[in-house]
C-alpha cells in the first residue's frame, strides 16, 4: 500500500500571466516521493514543460518557485523555496554531514518513512535529471570545466607545479556517473533511474 504524502496543500498552482488565468492541480503522490522538495519536484516541471531550446525570455518558458520540502525547519542547505529556470544552484554539504537528519526531517513533516538509501538516490535521479536537462539545452564536456587559473598555474605548494588533470578527472567522473564521453546521460542510466 502506498502512503500518500502530506504537507502544506499537495497541490500546484499554475498562473498563465499572458492569458491571466490560473488553475490548481494535484501533486502525484508518487512524483513527490521520487523528486524529493521544491527543488526536485521543479526540475521535473520543468523537464516536462518546456520544449528543448526554449529562449529564456519567451513567453511560453516557465518559471517555478517551489517551496522546500524542509521549509521552516532549520535543516542545512534546505532553503525555504527553490526558483528554478534553466540555472540552478546546489548544495554540496549533504556528502559532509550526517544526512539521516535528512531522512529524519523528512519523514517528521511529511508522515512517511523514508530510507538513507532511497533518500540519496532520490537526490541522484534529481541531479540526473537536471543534466539531462541541461545537454538537451547544449551544455556539453567543454562546459565541464575549472577556473582557467587552476588549469595554467600550478600550486605554489607543489614543488613539482602541477595543475589540475581536469581530462582524466572527467572520463573517471563520467564513467561513475553514467555518461557518454561527451558527458551526457546513457540511456541506460536514465533507464536505471526510472527516467524514460
Excluded at 69 to 97: D, M, N, Q, W, Y
Aim: aromatic content about 6%.
Amino acid at each position: 500500500m502506498k502512503q500518500d504524502l502530506i504537507g502544506p496543500s499537495n497541490k500546484l498552482l499554475e498562473i498563465d500571466l499572458k492569458h491571466r488565468t490560473w488553475s490548481v492541480s494535484r501533486i502525484d503522490p508518487e512524483d513527490r516521493r521520487r523528486f524529493l522538495g521544491g527543488k526536485g519536484l521543479g526540475v521535473k516541471l520543468l523537464y516536462e514543460r518546456l520544449e528543448p531550446g526554449i529562449d529564456p525570455l519567451a513567453p511560453a518558458n516557465v518559471l517555478a518557485v517551489m517551496p522546500g520540502v524542509l521549509l521552516g525547519t532549520g535543516a542545512p542547505c534546505s532553503g525555504r523555496f527553490h526558483a528554478l529556470a534553466e540555472k540552478h544552484a546546489a548544495c554540496l554539504a549533504i556528502r559532509l554531514i550526517d544526512f539521516s537528519l535528512y531522512t529524519r526531517l523528512w519523514s517528521s513533516v511529511t508522515g512517511v518513512r523514508i530510507s538513507n538509501r532511497e533518500f540519496l538516490r532520490a537526490g541522484e535521479r534529481i541531479h540526473l535529471l537536471e543534466r539531462y536537462m541541461n545537454t538537451r539545452e547544449g551544455i556539453t564536456r567543454k562546459d565541464d570545466t575549472l577556473p582557467a587559473r587552476m588549469l595554467r598555474q600550478g600550486l605554489n605548494s607543489d614543488p613539482h607545479k602541477r595543475t589540475v588533470p581536469l581530462e582524466p578527472m572527467l572520463e573517471a567522473y563520467y564513467r561513475e556517473k553514467g555518461y557518454t564521453a561527451g558527458g551526457i546521460p546513457k540511456r541506460s542510466t536514465l533507464q536505471r533511474y526510472g527516467l524514460n
